[in-house]
């Protein structure tokens, strides 16, 4: 299903789609970090593959990344949330453990929105050699 003008409005357990709570995965090389949010961005919870255990070069792992998603989404059924929306940043190896692990954990995500900053302009490339 594709978003159209009608999406805002629809219903979700009683709870319109612009009402949802929003789960933002920050996904780098070194670590994964899901952050709950009301649909207003206050802070709910917050879980990373660091506070499950994983220390060092592990926390950038997918396995990390689907154990931290599994303990958040415990700490959201907590809360008695059960739909989130998932925006996602970054390029690292938890991108789809986590999301998969939000799933597993008993959340339904209603949608999935990538927010990978691009850069506008490369960087000024290397001089070029003399001969």
Do not use: W
């Amino acid at each position: 299903m594709f978003p159209d003008e009608d999406t805002p409005n629809l219903l979700f357990d009683g709870v319109r789609f612009q009402d949802l709570p929003i789960c933002h995965i920050k996904c780098s090389l070194n670590n994964t970090i899901l952050a709950l949010t009301d649909r207003t961005g206050k802070p709910v919870a917050m879980k990373s593959g660091g506070t499950e255990g994983y220390k060092n070069a592990r926390k950038g792992t997918t396995v990390a990344a689907q154990a931290a998603a599994l303990s958040f989404s415990s700490v959201a059924e907590l809360r008695a949330i059960k739909n989130i929306r998932v925006i996602v940043k970054g390029l690292g190896p938890g991108r789809l453990a986590s999301i998969k692990g939000l799933q597993m954990g008993g959340l339904n995500v209603v949608s999935i929105t990538d927010r990978t900053p691009a850069p506008e302009k490369c960087p000024r490339p290397r001089k070029a050699k003399r001969l």
